[in-house]
């Protein structure tokens, strides 16, 4: 029963073509043509329990496998997982595994539910004294009449220290972008059976009382990573409006993360991903302020100039997202949440309980959001965007620290303080929103931006500044849900 410990990269065909020819992979490749067949119940009962069961065959040979995905992903997954010979394509089900007590109810029959076919060319590679078996995956994921190709690359790291894998990895993304991959294949089955979506929602973070504080962070960067790297995949599929949304929350949440946490990183990398995360939410905040604008503006002229000025920063995104640099910011990003050395902060910090830690956390950002948004009504533009952002970051916050405030009276006053914390985002947001609105408009070209203010926020902004500043007391009215 080994643990595999495994970095996954996704790459377009010809960004695999590059990678064969840059001469990084030396040797020749083994080859294998594999066709493995996933197992489930009809209710999917093993993909619930976090496990995934699959017969491999490649030339004569069978292998029956079953993962068990032990720790949040973001681009490297820690399984843990047993293999048995099998004669055919029937799974064998006994008590070297997890199945039997996950098979053992009603409507429990085992039956194929998809299919995943692939190329593999295996390389091996040392790397910084670390032996490093690479893969490369060319093929596609069938169920029933559905198809989704498949081209990916696995690092599995067979003797030495994870770092070697990003140091390799990196060395991959100068020659040709890769982003993390996010998903195993299983769940790229599972996806491909399930209804299709447009955005991917954060998905809950489960944090336990027996975590450290560094330990926490950690998790919580895995999590962001992986929201962003779901809806980019989505974005660049179809320019889904929801899922360019989504990834911009999934680095805000980021960007909180590090706020929070900020007394346990390196000065050094704190920076420089910190300026790295800012970068990219910027390029996509443009497109998102048109997006805003769009939610609201009514057929005609100016829809028309702002659905072409859409494409058009759409088109841009694109191309940021396949740069190297973005690449390289999320491998880092990844190695962060491997790697404590990375972390700086005195020990005492990087061990404290994540309980006490994440009390004194929303302690701190409560009263920044209560001092910031005094005399909320009567501030500027600059001073409410710097309480909007105070309000998200106890947000996150709140959200990755909920479940160690378990307790049926917490649970009762979290629900009622999110709820605050929503109205005082929501005022805020649409402020932001017209604030940002001349900017928008008068790149559109000369006429687009007179008369247009009135149309797209028809209500008053001295209503709406009312508006918040009462959500506001209301929100410091609230019962903290942590003490």
């Not at 495994?6 to 020749?28: M, P, S, Y």
């Not at 089955?189 to 299709?196: E, M, V």
């Not at 972390?343 to 001092?371: E, I, M, N, P, W």
Request: proline share 4%.
């Amino acid at each position: 029963m080994p643990d595999e410990v495994e970095l996954k990269l996704t790459l377009t065909a010809r960004d695999a073509n590059t990678l064969e020819a840059a001469g990084l992979l030396t040797g020749t490749p083994t080859r294998a043509q594999q066709k493995s067949i996933y197992f489930d119940t009809s209710d999917h009962h093993l993909r619930k329990a976090g496990i995934s069961l699959r017969i491999r065959r490649s030339g004569r040979k069978r292998v029956q496998t079953v993962k068990a995905i032990d720790t949040l992903s973001a681009g490297l997954f820690a399984r843990r997982e047993w293999e048995r010979a099998v004669a055919d394509d029937r799974p064998i089900v006994d008590a070297t595994t997890p199945l039997p007590a996950l098979l053992d109810h009603p409507g429990s029959t085992l039956g194929p539910v998809f299919v995943i076919n692939v190329e593999r060319r295996a390389w091996n590679v040392i790397e910084s004294g670390s032996r490093i078996e690479l893969v490369l995956d060319r093929g596609d994921v069938v169920a029933g009449d559905r198809l989704s190709p498949i081209c990916e690359a696995e690092l599995e790291l067979k003797s030495g220290e994870p770092a070697a894998l990003f140091t390799f990895a990196r060395k991959l993304n100068a020659a040709a972008p890769v982003r993390l991959g996010v998903q195993t294949k299983a769940e790229r089955g599972y996806a491909l059976i399930a209804p299709a979506v447009k955005a991917h929602k954060a998905e809950p973070i489960f944090l336990s009382h027996d975590l450290t504080a560094a330990q926490a962070f950690q998790h919580i960067v895995c999590s962001c990573l992986r929201h962003f790297r779901l809806n980019e995949d989505l974005f660049l599929l179809g320019h889904s409006p929801d899922a360019l949304h989504q990834a911009r929350v999934a680095l805000r949440r980021l960007r909180s993360a590090f706020s929070i946490f900020k007394a346990l990183l390196d000065d050094g990398v704190d920076a420089g991903l910190r300026n790295g995360l800012r970068w990219l939410a910027m390029e996509i905040g443009e497109a998102r302020s048109i997006d805003a604008l769009l939610e609201r503006a009514p057929p005609g002229e100016l829809r028309d100039h702002l659905e072409t000025a859409r494409e058009s920063a759409y088109t841009r995104i694109e191309m940021i997202l396949g740069s190297a640099r973005v690449g390289s910011l999320m491998l880092d990003l990844a190695q962060l949440t491997t790697s404590g050395s990375l972390l700086g902060a005195a020990a005492d910090k990087r061990v404290q309980s994540v309980g006490a830690f994440a009390s004194d956390a929303l302690d701190r950002f409560h009263h920044k959001v209560k001092t910031d948004g005094r005399d909320l009504a009567e501030a500027g533009d600059q001073a409410r965007h710097e309480v909007r952002k105070d309000t998200k970051t106890l947000r996150y916050a709140s959200e990755f620290f909920a479940t160690l405030f378990n307790r049926k009276r917490d649970r009762r006053r979290y629900k009622h303080f999110i709820s605050a914390l929503q109205d005082v985002q929501d005022k805020l947001g649409l402020l932001n929103d017209m604030a940002a609105a001349p900017a928008v408009l008068a790149g559109l070209g000369p006429g687009n931006a007179a008369g247009e203010m009135d149309r797209l926020f028809p209500d008053a902004k001295e209503k709406m500044l009312d508006a918040a500043a009462e959500d506001h007391a209301a929100l410091m009215d609230a019962a903290r849900f942590w003490r």
